[in-house]
């Protein structure tokens, strides 16, 4: 019940200083295994999204991104897996600083968000027939 008592007095405090506490809480924080974390939704993402392309049920819309994965495969899945490497090499060099961690937090957020809506159209696809799992 002291947990609680505690969670709620750092949401109070990190509101009422407009959130400069909280931030600075979060410098403290060790992030090395949502890092690796991270490292597996992008992972996750490349995955989901070739396996759109190659069903044709999305496209794309990154034109970067677009012409490697149109160029070479194993390009697109080199870039997908060496970004979130380069993020782990920054950190180890910069997680001192005070911006690290928040923008740490809020990578691995968008790619979980990513990755929630990946599964969302690849489950609705499978409910709609559009998408088929016939593995034999």
């Known amino acids: 019940m002291r947990h609680m008592h505690l969670i ?32 597996f939704l992008c ?7 070739d396996i759109g392309l190659r069903l044709q ?3 794309e819309l990154n034109p970067l991104v677009k012409s490697i ?5 194993i390009a697109y899945y080199s870039m ?11 950190y180890y060099r910069t997680s ?3 911006w690290i ?3 740490i937090l809020l990578t691995a957020l968008l790619y979980f968000i990513v990755n929630i809506y990946h599964f969302l159209w690849f489950s ?10 016939d593995l034999f």
Request: charged fraction near 15%.
């Open 80 to 90: 997908k897996v060496i970004l979130p490497l380069l993020l782990i090499l920054i």
């Open 8 to 39: 709620c007095d750092l949401i109070a405090i990190s509101f009422h200083y407009g959130g400069i506490w909280a931030i600075a809480m979060i410098k403290h924080w060790d992030l090395k295994p949502l890092l690796f974390g991270l490292l």
């Open 96 to 98: 001192r600083r005070v």
């Open 57 to 59: 049920v999305i496209d």
């Open 124 to 133: 609705f696809g499978i409910q709609a027939g559009s998408i088929t799992l």
């Open 69 to 73: 994965y149109e160029w070479n495969i």
């Open 101 to 103: 961690n928040p923008c």
């Open 43 to 49: 992972f996750a993402d490349a995955a989901f999204t």
